[in-house]
């Protein structure tokens, strides 16, 4: 009787072991599809709408801005961006004649030449999201209840600094619900939730017109009366071991100008300039890269980064410094207003 219960107890065991290996396999061959199906779904999709919510973190504190990207197929790209101060709602887009950035509030366009989307990460386009899990042989898959978590390279810059992300995706419709980036350092720097992703809307070109764009934008700017609320400001994140050295500021409330010299440990520029709204929209052309920095488009291009917030255009150099820690600097200038 013992010898039987004994024999009964070990098929059971090895009935266990089958099943748990089994399962095992089961949820391996599950997160391989989110792997394999995700870039496919994609590739195959002839447009889409995404809205999602973008909180940046920074040192000073955590700044959240709304973001809606359109896709039509083949390459035509547009990315809204909308902070606390609705005057300065931004605009990407990428169409035949190249990538643009646009600053509404101000009339102003910048013509940017880059390889966008396509060079750095980029949380708010599925496309970014699928090359970078085609590019990354290395992928941690975590697999939880109605959720499947990639952890991944990322590249938050074009100055290919490491850095890491996870991608949580809906099991069901294997598509992204949040998007986490981390820095070299494994801190975090974004956090991207998604709202709603719209797969295969009826888009018009027109959405990808950077003129009509400008126009429509500027249209609704004009029902409202713009008032830029502006003031020079100084970083209250910056290098430790650094001292302003040097300062100009000249003009008046319209045209004011402000250039900052600051050394010690490491050596950086900081400029500011009040901002006239045009009557005919200026174009200007750049080479850089686009990042967007709590609800505004940074444009960076080697040693320098620039933006424009609130009828002001902000300018920080340096070549000591790291293209990220830059940024947080940059971030530290900008003056929060309630809307």
Do not use: H
């Not at 394999?36 to 779904?41: D, I």
């Not at 291009?301 to 830059?326: C, H, Q």
Request: with cysteine; charged share 25%.
């Amino acid at each position: 009787m013992r010898k039987y219960i004994i024999y009964q107890m070990k098929w059971l065991l090895l009935i266990l072991v089958l099943l748990g290996g089994l399962f095992g396999l089961i949820s391996c061959s599950k997160n391989k599809n989110i792997i394999e199906a995700f870039p496919k779904k994609v590739t195959d999709l002839d447009s889409y709408k995404l809205v999602a919510r973008l909180e940046s973190i920074f040192p000073t504190g955590t700044k959240e801005c709304s973001i809606t990207t359109y896709y039509l197929k083949p390459d035509l790209y547009r990315v809204e961006i909308e902070s606390q101060n609705l005057q300065d709602k931004q605009v990407i887009i990428k169409n035949s004649e190249g990538v643009f950035v646009l600053i509404p509030s101000i009339n102003k366009s910048f013509k940017i030449k880059s390889t966008w989307p396509i060079n750095s990460s980029y949380p708010y386009l599925l496309q970014s999201l699928s090359k970078d899990i085609v590019s990354d042989e290395n992928i941690v898959s975590t697999r939880n209840d109605g959720t499947t978590t990639l952890e991944l390279k990322a590249k938050l810059f074009d100055d290919a600094l490491p850095s890491s992300q996870k991608i949580i995706f809906d099991n069901d419709t294997a598509m992204p619900k949040e998007v986490l980036t981390y820095d070299k350092n494994k801190n975090l720097v974004s956090r991207l939730i998604i709202d709603s992703i719209e797969l295969n809307p009826n888009l018009s070109k027109d959405l990808f017109n950077k003129d009509k764009t400008m126009e429509a934008i500027r249209l609704l700017l004009e029902e409202e009366i713009i008032d830029f609320d502006r003031a020079i400001s100084y970083p209250t994140y910056y290098p430790e071991g650094t001292s302003l050295l040097e300062e100009v500021i000249r003009g008046g409330s319209l045209n004011r100008r402000a250039m900052m010299k600051f050394g010690g440990e490491v050596a950086y520029t900081i400029a500011q300039e009040f901002q006239a709204v045009s009557v005919e929209e200026q174009i200007l052309y750049l080479d850089g890269d686009i990042f967007i920095m709590g609800g505004v488009v940074t444009i960076i291009n080697n040693d320098v980064l620039f933006f424009f917030d609130n009828g002001i255009e902000y300018t920080v150099a340096s070549t000591a410094l790291e293209t990220l820690e830059m940024v947080r600097m940059a971030e530290s200038l900008r003056i929060i207003r309630e809307k």
